[in-house]
């Protein structure tokens, strides 16, 4: 990765009419009605962006969408990488750093996680609080990452607290089932055995996912407050555990989205 190939890449993005957006918003699986409440949207398709991957998983769409909701300029990544497609930790944080450079100020991201928090329960929405890089690497782990910020980066509070506390209390007041907790992020695609499950509660570990935490990363790098959720569809209990069934999974974050969404809306009509 080359400032040079960011640099095309937002060239090319502004010449679309993507023009300084606000926040950016990172959907995760199951997870993308939100694009229908962006007013008047432009899209590019991942395989038009210069130097930007494609995502390969049959239910992420690949592509950025750029419009309005509730009145702030925005763009959606409709679709993120992950390191069982095969790509690396540049290519995933990539469009992080377009986005930050084509100048959002906050960033949200989302989520389908398992709970390992058996007081959680499958349509949840849980705020993370915190992760758990089980990943075996890092976004920031390369030669020329001083040029991009400082190679140390400080992950004391990773998630912005401000947003944090806005959630909160929306969720509170529109009665949405709402959960804080930790994110353990893991390789995948394979799902864990009852023995990991273990493992990942005694590690402190609320809910397990296969994403996130690369891109909280570089928004750290970035200075980018983050706030992120996580939608749960399925209980890890590994004293009842059942074969994974990805289509109720992804019917789960359906029924669970539109809670997401109001969230997510209401905390952009409040920044």
Same mark, same amino acid.
């Given at each position: ?5 960011i640099?095309?890449s937002?060239?090319?993005l502004?010449k /679309?009419? !993507?023009?300084?957006?606000e ?11 939100l694009?229908?409440?962006?007013? @008047? ?17 049959? !239910? ?5 969408i750029?419009g309005?909701?509730?009145g ?7 679709g993120r ?5 095969g790509?690396?930790?540049?290519d995933?944080?990539?469009?992080? /750093?377009?986005?930050?450079?084509l ?8 989520n ?7 007081? !959680? ?5 849980m705020?993370?609080e ?6 075996s ?13 400082? /190679? !140390?980066?400080d992950?004391?509070?990773?998630? @912005?607290?401000e947003? /944090?506390?806005?959630?909160e209390?929306?969720?509170?007041r529109e009665n949405i089932?709402f ?7 893991v390789?995948?695609?394979q799902l ?6 273990r ?12 994403s996130?935490?690369?891109e909280?990363i570089?928004?750290?790098?970035l200075?980018?407050?983050?706030v ?7 209980e890890c209990?590994p ?10 999974i992804?019917?789960?974050a ?6 997401m969404?109001?969230?997510?809306k209401?905390l952009?009509?409040?920044?």
């Amino acid at each position: 990765m080359t400032q040079k190939q960011i640099d095309e890449s937002v060239a090319y993005l502004t010449k /679309r009419g !993507f023009e300084t957006p606000e926040i950016g918003i990172v959907l995760g699986t199951g997870l993308g009605e939100l694009v229908n409440m962006i007013e @008047d949207p432009t899209e590019a398709h991942y395989n038009h962006i210069p130097y930007f991957p494609l995502a390969t998983v049959e !239910f992420h769409t690949g592509k950025l969408i750029y419009g309005t909701i509730e009145g702030k300029k925005v763009v959606v990544m409709q679709g993120r990488f992950h390191l069982y497609e095969g790509y690396d930790f540049l290519d995933i944080t990539y469009p992080i /750093r377009v986005m930050h450079q084509l100048g959002i100020k906050k960033l949200f991201v989302s989520n389908a996680a398992g709970a390992i928090n058996l007081d !959680f329960k499958k349509g949840d929405i849980m705020l993370i609080e915190d992760h758990i890089n089980l990943q075996s690497g890092s976004p920031l782990a390369f030669k020329n990452v001083g040029k991009f910020g400082n /190679r !140390f980066v400080d992950m004391s509070e990773p998630y @912005d607290l401000e947003m /944090r506390n806005k959630i909160e209390a929306i969720a509170v007041r529109e009665n949405i089932s709402f959960q804080k907790g930790v994110y353990a992020s893991v390789v995948g695609p394979q799902l864990e055995t009852k023995a990991e499950y273990r493992m990942l509660k005694i590690i402190g570990a609320d809910a397990v996912g296969m994403s996130t935490v690369p891109e909280v990363i570089v928004a750290n790098h970035l200075r980018l407050p983050i706030v992120a959720v996580s939608v749960l569809t399925d209980e890890c209990d590994p004293k009842n555990l059942e074969p994974v069934d990805v289509q109720e999974i992804l019917k789960i974050a359906g029924q669970a989205e539109p809670k997401m969404i109001k969230l997510f809306k209401e905390l952009i009509k409040e920044l």
